[in-house]
């Protein structure tokens, strides 16, 4: 008798334990299920997201499984990504570019808006009138679709405008009935003087140093070209007692290469209040960092924020990230949190430039924060109701 007791306690003991351990599963099931973690399992660099209201979310950017192109992803929640295949093909009727070219023709940096019903994507690609054959012969392009799927089209058999030297990274503002084009003019063949290139080359490093500006000019409303001369809105430090010359220099004062940059720019509109991120140093290095700098207008003056750099490497700190750059921005379902999308590398995925989803911030004195880079297991953004 006392033994079938004993047996018979042993299993009520046993089905606790494993009750219990069930629901403990059930709820780190749960808890994982509400939470996400850098880096999402997308292999682009140059992410940019476009938020489609009552519908989800379209991510493009550079390389991946396009060819020749763009491909897209699209979530419902910016965590879980599906693979919407190639979007954008270069040899589409209105092609314009040369995918023969350098970098296979440097299809880089799509972004795509929503306007008026359609989706216009604008991108970097090299351009097929080379008669100099000039290595770096980018310029920008617009594609139109009835979707964000594509099959997208290029408005024109040409590129937006040409400015007479190479140029990447479009980004569009649309504001009080006006569009505003801003990109970076590349640093091929663009010595400039500064301390910085004197120091250089006095420590028998490099005998110019070449940069890239981020310039900004307003946009036909049809997308056929652009209206007035591009303006200069933002460039690397001139002298080495720049508050911003320390992190803006570091491809240079590492020995890295010697070029300067500012490009990916990303701008928007806080109240009166226009933001224009950027990134600085070298794109393959692991030096590549985020800044950003505010107006009152969208064509500048620009200043530069003295928090700067707001997103870079973690590496010194005990982190594993590298690289960070060429960010969008977006927002949760909810429409509540400000969510910085970029690039970057770990020590895990090697030269692989993969993506990192962080939040970011505008504090009431209207400083900019990005809260990353992370790789740490945090909540994911909220659900719309």
Same mark, same amino acid.
């Given at each position: 008798m006392k033994q079938e007791i004993a047996i018979s306690v042993a299993v009520f003991l046993l089905t606790i334990v494993?009750? $219990?351990?069930?629901?403990?599963?059930? $709820?780190?099931?749960?808890?994982?299920?509400?939470?996400?973690?850098?880096?999402?399992?997308?292999e682009l660099a140059d992410p940019y997201v476009l938020q489609v209201k009552g519908d989800k979310y379209y991510m493009y950017g550079t390389g991946g499984v396009a060819k020749n192109g763009f491909a897209a992803y699209s979530s419902t929640d910016l965590v879980n990504w599906k693979n919407e295949g190639q979007v954008y093909y270069a040899a589409n009727e209105n092609g314009w570019s040369d995918s023969t070219s350098a970098w296979n023709g440097a299809y880089w940096a799509p972004e795509v808006y929503q306007h008026k019903g359609k989706f216009y994507l604008f991108y970097s690609a090299q351009w097929g009138m080379n008669p100099n054959k000039e290595v770096e012969n980018f310029r920008i392009g617009v594609a139109v679709a009835d979707n964000p799927?594509?099959?997208?089209?290029d408005l024109n058999n040409k590129p937006v405008f040409d400015p007479g030297y190479p140029v990447i990274d479009a980004n569009v503002l649309f504001d009080n009935g006006k569009?505003?084009?801003?990109?970076?003019?590349?640093?091929?063949?663009?010595?400039?003087?500064?301390?910085?290139?004197?120091?250089?080359?006095?420590?028998?490093?490099?005998?110019?140093?070449?940069?890239?500006?981020?310039?900004?000019?307003e946009l036909k409303p049809?997308?056929?070209?652009?209206?007035?001369?591009?303006?200069?809105?933002?460039?690397?430090?001139?002298?080495m007692d720049d508050k911003q010359a320390e992190?803006?220099? !570091?491809?240079?004062?590492?020995?890295?290469?010697? !070029?300067?940059?500012?490009?990916?720019?990303?701008?928007?509109? +806080?109240?009166?209040?226009?933001?224009?991120?950027?990134s600085a140093n070298y794109f393959g290095g692991k030096n590549y960092a985020v800044g950003y700098a505010t107006s009152k207008h969208p064509l500048g003056p620009f200043t530069k924020a003295a928090n700067n750099p707001v997103l870079q490497k973690n590496v010194e700190k005990g982190g594993v990230v590298t690289g960070t750059g060429h960010n969008s921005i977006t927002y949760s379902p909810d429409g509540k949190e400000m969510y910085c999308?970029?690039?970057? !590398? $770990?020590?895990?995925?090697?030269?692989?430039?993969?993506?990192?989803?962080?939040?970011?911030?505008?504090? +009431?004195?209207?400083?900019?924060?990005?809260?990353g880079p992370t790789t740490a297991r945090q909540s994911a953004p909220a659900a719309s109701k």
């Amino acid at each position: 008798m006392k033994q079938e007791i004993a047996i018979s306690v042993a299993v009520f003991l046993l089905t606790i334990v494993v009750n $219990t351990k069930g629901l403990y599963a059930q $709820t780190h099931q749960s808890a994982l299920g509400n939470t996400y973690q850098n880096p999402l399992p997308v292999e682009l660099a140059d992410p940019y997201v476009l938020q489609v209201k009552g519908d989800k979310y379209y991510m493009y950017g550079t390389g991946g499984v396009a060819k020749n192109g763009f491909a897209a992803y699209s979530s419902t929640d910016l965590v879980n990504w599906k693979n919407e295949g190639q979007v954008y093909y270069a040899a589409n009727e209105n092609g314009w570019s040369d995918s023969t070219s350098a970098w296979n023709g440097a299809y880089w940096a799509p972004e795509v808006y929503q306007h008026k019903g359609k989706f216009y994507l604008f991108y970097s690609a090299q351009w097929g009138m080379n008669p100099n054959k000039e290595v770096e012969n980018f310029r920008i392009g617009v594609a139109v679709a009835d979707n964000p799927t594509g099959p997208f089209i290029d408005l024109n058999n040409k590129p937006v405008f040409d400015p007479g030297y190479p140029v990447i990274d479009a980004n569009v503002l649309f504001d009080n009935g006006k569009a505003y084009l801003y990109y970076s003019r590349c640093c091929y063949k663009h010595a400039v003087e500064s301390e910085v290139a004197a120091w250089a080359k006095q420590k028998g490093w490099f005998d110019a140093i070449e940069e890239s500006w981020v310039y900004g000019v307003e946009l036909k409303p049809d997308f056929s070209g652009v209206i007035g001369d591009p303006v200069l809105l933002l460039r690397p430090p001139v002298k080495m007692d720049d508050k911003q010359a320390e992190w803006e220099s !570091r491809s240079v004062t590492s020995k890295e290469v010697n !070029r300067r940059w500012t490009e990916g720019s990303v701008a928007f509109k +806080k109240g009166n209040t226009y933001y224009m991120m950027y990134s600085a140093n070298y794109f393959g290095g692991k030096n590549y960092a985020v800044g950003y700098a505010t107006s009152k207008h969208p064509l500048g003056p620009f200043t530069k924020a003295a928090n700067n750099p707001v997103l870079q490497k973690n590496v010194e700190k005990g982190g594993v990230v590298t690289g960070t750059g060429h960010n969008s921005i977006t927002y949760s379902p909810d429409g509540k949190e400000m969510y910085c999308v970029y690039h970057a !590398r $770990t020590s895990a995925t090697g030269e692989q430039r993969v993506v990192f989803i962080d939040r970011m911030k505008i504090l +009431k004195n209207g400083m900019l924060i990005v809260e990353g880079p992370t790789t740490a297991r945090q909540s994911a953004p909220a659900a719309s109701k």
